[in-house]
Nanobody, 117 residues
Framework: QVQLTESGGGSVQAGGSLTLSCVASGGTFYSMGWFRQAPGKEREFVSRITWRGGMTIYGDLVKGRFTISRDSVKNTASLQMNSLKPEDTAVYFC????????????WGQGTQVTVSS
């Protein structure tokens, strides 16, 4: 079973940048995704990258500001977050799809991102 470990969260002022990383171990998968959950809100999709082809998709709220990438050798996906806004404040989680038709699963423990105005 794939195990995921996120890192890179922290506190930053609005307009700043942070890079999150997610390291996978213990198995193979089709894609890795980032999600976030703010207090009192439902978890929302942020971005996803397919592991073989590197195809990416983004949620509307982060499109143009966030960039997802992967290092297949290190089994790591990164989420570069620029032009951060206070509404980006949330716990960010990574998860994987084992296949193209499976749901996201094997969630990491999450990493807190706090953006102050």
């Amino acid at each position: 079973q794939v195990q995921l470990t996120e890192s890179g969260g922290g506190s930053v002022q609005a307009g700043g940048s942070l890079t999150l990383s997610c390291v996978a171990s213990g198995g193979t998968f089709y894609s890795m995704g980032w999600f976030r959950q703010a207090p009192g809100k439902e978890r929302e999709f942020v971005s996803r990258i397919t592991w073989r082809g590197g195809m990416t998709i983004y949620g509307d709220l982060v499109k143009g500001r966030f960039t997802i990438s992967r290092d297949s050798v290190k089994n790591t996906a990164s989420l570069q977050m620029n032009s951060l806004k206070p509404e980006d404040t949330a716990v960010y989680f990574c998860a994987v799809q084992v296949s193209s038709y499976s749901r996201f699963d094997n969630w990491g423990q999450g990493t807190q991102v706090t953006v102050s105005s």
